[in-house]
Nanobody, 129 residues
Framework: EVQLQASGGGLVQTGGSLRLSCAAS????????????IAWFRQAPGREREFVAA???????LYADSVKGRSTISRDNAKNTVYLQMNSLKPEDTAVYYC???????????????????WGQGTLVTVSS
């Protein structure tokens, strides 16, 4: 069973930075197994869950346009943890951030939250103006 533990959220002022962590158990990156990935999504009040960033089995990274250039996704295979470093935060980044994992998700499906199999509990990011 895959379990994901998201952490690192908090209250930060506009322009500040945060690093979110997603610790995974029951899921490991394997260079020889295609199509597994871990991603970050976020959901603001009254809005649908939206894709933020993902890192694939082969190290490739994808970003939503809204965070591109301000965020970096990375992974530490030894710790089985994926990080999302977010800089130059804006009030519109305020949301609950969730990490998701799937062992078989193709590139074109990554931004679709409905296609991910496992989810963490979420961590709240609040950016004050």
């Amino acid at each position: 069973e895959v379990q994901l533990q998201a952490s690192g959220g908090g209250l930060v002022q506009t322009g500040g930075s945060l690093r979110l962590s997603c610790a995974a158990s029951g899921f490991t990156f394997d260079d020889y197994v295609d199509d597994h990935a871990i991603a970050w999504f976020r959901q603001a009040p009254g809005r649908e869950r939206e894709f933020v960033a993902a890192i694939r089995w082969n190290g490739n990274k994808l970003y939503a346009d809204s965070v591109k250039g301000r965020s970096t996704i990375s992974r530490d295979n030894a710790k089985n943890t994926v990080y999302l470093q977010m800089n130059s935060l804006k009030p519109e980044d305020t949301a609950v951030y969730y990490c998701a994992a799937d062992s078989q998700i193709i590139l074109s499906s990554i931004p679709n939250s409905r296609l991910w199999g496992s989810w963490g509990q979420g961590t709240l990011v609040t950016v004050s103006s």
